[in-house]
């Protein structure tokens, strides 16, 4: 069994930190896991660090928008720092035995929201767009999905830092076996600028390839998207963002 105490000594004696045999004392355990928790927090935003995207459901209400995170109508542990491509809605037909997946486009930008004109158009939606508030963020739909007739669907990481907290004693039930060399490596890189050591290039580099077993095993390349604009016949103007 593996336990955040196990990484945390390891990356104290392997940092040179601590000597074989040696025990560290409270003080520096409980920054070791302070810095632990920030370095799995940072991973959080990083795809190829995460091992498992997450789906998200919600009637529609009518509404424009919709919060997202802890408590919120798309209630998840943690709010996402944003969604991912694989985004869509279901028309809501209980007669029917095969229901259709309707993908939905990513908007990423508040400045690419604020170009719709009319933003309280209701009819059937083709688009979300994704406001990273906190502790709650806000999803728009557009057209706005009118109540009770679709249920929407919402792809984003999962949250490393949710898994691992400060009840959790085993990480073998929660974690992939390939993370436990990354972390406890990365966390020793960490620990010798911390205590002001000199930088140890062999450290690095195993750090270093440990991170990248990590990005193999959880990198998905999804299909080439193009934006329509950029595949329709005529000639695209840089200019005027139009096609003339």
């Not at 529609?60 to 802890?70: L, V």
């Not at 542990?77 to 809605?89: A, E, I, M, S």
């Not at 440990?210 to 103007?237: C, F, H, I, K, Q």
Request: with cysteine; aromatic share 12%; hydrophobic share 40%.
């Amino acid at each position: 069994m593996t336990t955040p105490l196990d990484l945390i000594n390891l990356a104290l004696l392997d940092a040179g930190v601590i000597g074989v045999g040696q025990t560290a004392n409270a003080e520096d355990t409980n920054n070791a896991y302070t810095r632990l928790q920030f370095l799995i927090k940072q991973w959080d935003r990083k795809r190829y660090l995460v091992f498992q995207m997450q789906e998200t459901g919600l009637t529609s209400t009518g509404a424009q928008s919709y919060s997202i995170g802890p408590g919120g109508q798309f209630n998840l542990p943690v709010r996402p720092d944003r969604l991912d491509n694989g985004c869509y809605f279901r028309q809501l037909v209980q007669s029917s035995p095969n229901q259709v997946d309707y993908p939905l486009e990513l908007i990423e930008s508040w400045e690419d929201y604020s170009r719709i004109c009319l933003k309280k158009l209701s009819t059937f939606p083709a688009y979300v767009f994704y406001d990273p508030g906190f502790p709650l963020g806000t999803v728009y739909f557009w057209p706005v999905p009118q109540a009770g007739i679709y249920e929407m669907f919402l792809l984003s990481k999962i949250s490393l830092s949710n898994l691992i907290t400060s009840q959790t004693l085993v990480l073998d039930a929660i974690l992939p076996n390939e993370y436990f060399q990354a972390l406890y490596l990365t966390l020793a890189e960490i620990l010798r600028t911390a205590y002001r050591l000199p930088v140890d290039p062999i450290l690095s580099q195993r750090a270093k390839e440990a991170r990248e077993v990590l990005r193999g095993a959880n990198t998905a390349l999804a299909r080439l998207r193009m934006p329509d604009s950029m595949v329709r016949p005529g000639v695209y103007n840089p200019y005027s963002d139009q096609i003339t």
